[in-house]
């Protein structure tokens, strides 16, 4: 078992503190062997609220994620979960924490094989002493959450992309986390479904205090549902502040973003990005 050294965050807050960000990102660098993806990201999130994460294709948002819940660990630089200095844990000491974190992933995928209600009561078996019938009740609840009662006997295969959506939601709370990462929740569906999805983070947040951290590349989605946005570019925080906010940016690789006319570099997978990386706080 690895020491974890220095497990106080530099600004002073305790474990459990309820007026501290619940994450923080210090300064966290990570390659991959090229440049670096990030160069030095450091965010603080606030309890029960929704941030919405975004940026080009490439500029390290899901990577951010994957920071936040323990899949990758950093270059340098710290991770905090709760006050808990968490970056330097083994696996081990990782499980209780990624129990209080849900996942919607980009794939967001369900298990073809099994029904609606299997899916949902796999995190509980994995994780939980529950009885049947509290496993039972437990599902019941998730798909009510996310307005799907009574779906538990279907088949993944017969959902469309906005309900399968929503069952992946409802497996990623079924163990009521504190905190949802969502990557992508959007992609692929129409408005109106699009909408759906929106709802229900807010939902989350409203009723359940949960701290959503959604990826997305959806305008009306991060406008609908942010308290706060941060942009992601060229490996550093170029924005962070509220939707409107960001609109009243003067800086171009923002507007180019907003309005989406953003240069992009021969491989269409990374933002030119004027040389000298500047940081506004909007
Ligand atoms: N495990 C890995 N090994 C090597 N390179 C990786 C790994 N994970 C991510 N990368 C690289 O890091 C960069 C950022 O990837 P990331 O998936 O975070 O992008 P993103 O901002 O989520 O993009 P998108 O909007 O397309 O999902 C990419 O260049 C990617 O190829
Ligand atoms: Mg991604």
Redesign the pocket.
């Known amino acids: 078992m690895s020491a974890v050294p220095n497990t106080t965050p530099t600004n002073g807050h305790r474990e459990g503190d309820p007026s501290g960000p619940i994450i923080r990102l210090e300064n966290v660098k990570k390659s991959?062997g090229g440049p670096p993806?990030l160069d030095g990201v450091s965010i603080d999130f606030a309890p029960a609220q929704t941030t919405v994460i975004m940026?080009p294709?490439?500029?390290?948002?899901?990577?951010t994620l994957k920071h936040i819940v323990g899949l990758l660990r950093p270059d340098s630089g710290s991770v905090y979960f709760d006050g808990r200095r968490v970056d330097h844990l083994t696996e081990r000491q990782w499980m209780p924490i990624r129990l209080q974190i849900g996942l919607l992933f980009?794939m967001g995928a369900l298990f073809d094989s099994m029904s609606v209600g299997s899916n949902i009561e796999f995190p509980l078996i994995e994780h939980t002493k529950l009885s049947k019938e509290e496993r039972r009740s437990r599902i019941k609840q998730a798909l009510e959450v996310v307005d799907m009662a009574g779906a538990e006997d279907r088949q993944p295969t017969q959902l469309s992309g906005g309900q399968r959506k929503r069952v992946a939601l409802a497996r990623a709370i079924v163990l009521r986390p504190r905190v949802v990462l969502y990557d992508e929740p959007t992609t692929g569906l129409d408005p109106v479904r699009s909408d759906g999805i929106n709802e229900l983070i807010i939902k989350l947040r409203q009723t359940m205090g949960v701290t959503n951290i959604v990826?997305t590349?959806d305008l009306t989605s991060a406008r609908k549902i942010a308290d706060r946005v941060i942009m992601l570019l060229g490996g550093k925080v170029a924005a962070d502040g509220s939707f409107r906010s960001l609109e009243r940016s003067r800086d171009e690789r923002i507007q180019h973003f907003l309005t989406g006319t953003y240069a992009r570099d021969e491989d269409d997978?990374t933002m030119t990005v004027q040389p000298e990386s500047r940081r506004e706080t909007v």
């Open positions: 991959f993806v940026g294709s490439g500029c390290g948002k899901s990577v980009q990826v590349h997978e």
